[in-house]
């Protein structure tokens, strides 16, 4: 499948001067699948220009009050009955002991699931999108929900809502 997009990420003048948007995409997989989605969306972010868009090694942890990003995408993957990936766990962890103050990020979410699994489905990302709002962040635009059971190539549905989120940026 080809994805055209017409849109571009602007960059923001600050005192004359053109600042160029950093995003970060923090991904928590357990299979692979979330590293995956988010290498499809950093190549499509790269190709559209006027940002520095960077993927947080799987098991690094971020500075937990993100201060070194303008944006966050977190792409995260529903392990076992809704909990979040083992290798998310000290980024999970962090965020609900130090209770970091969030109210200058803003952030998206893309959330993998498998509807087979309903009372469940999408839980990890549902449960970190719910601590990020606690903290203060402000969410751009809706969560992305995307069913494994149904679509086995999660990155074209991340794609196709992405196209609509950097919209609302």
């Not at 969410?139 to 196209?163: H, M, N, V, Y």
Request: aromatic share 6%; hydrophobic share 40%.
């Amino acid at each position: 499948m080809t994805f055209h997009s017409t849109i571009k990420l602007e960059s923001q003048q600050i005192n004359g001067m053109t600042q160029i948007t950093r995003l970060t995409i923090l991904p928590a997989s357990q299979s692979g699948t979330a590293i995956h989605v988010a290498e499809a969306i950093k190549d499509r972010l790269d190709a559209l220009g006027s940002h520095v868009v960077e993927i947080v090694e799987e098991g690094r942890i971020p500075d937990i009050g993100f201060a070194d990003t303008d944006v966050l995408l977190l792409v995260i993957a529903t392990h076992g009955e809704g909990e979040v990936p083992d290798s998310f766990l000290p980024v999970y962890e962090a965020l609900q002991t130090q209770r970091p103050n969030l109210t200058d990020l803003r952030y998206g979410v893309v959330a993998l699931g498998d509807m087979t699994y309903h009372n469940s489905f999408c839980g990890a990302g549902r449960i970190i999108d719910g601590i990020f709002g606690d903290l203060g962040g402000s969410r751009i635009g809706e969560r992305c929900e995307i069913d494994a059971s149904t679509q086995p190539f999660a990155d074209e549905d991340a794609l196709a809502w992405l196209e609509h989120w950097i919209e609302a940026l």
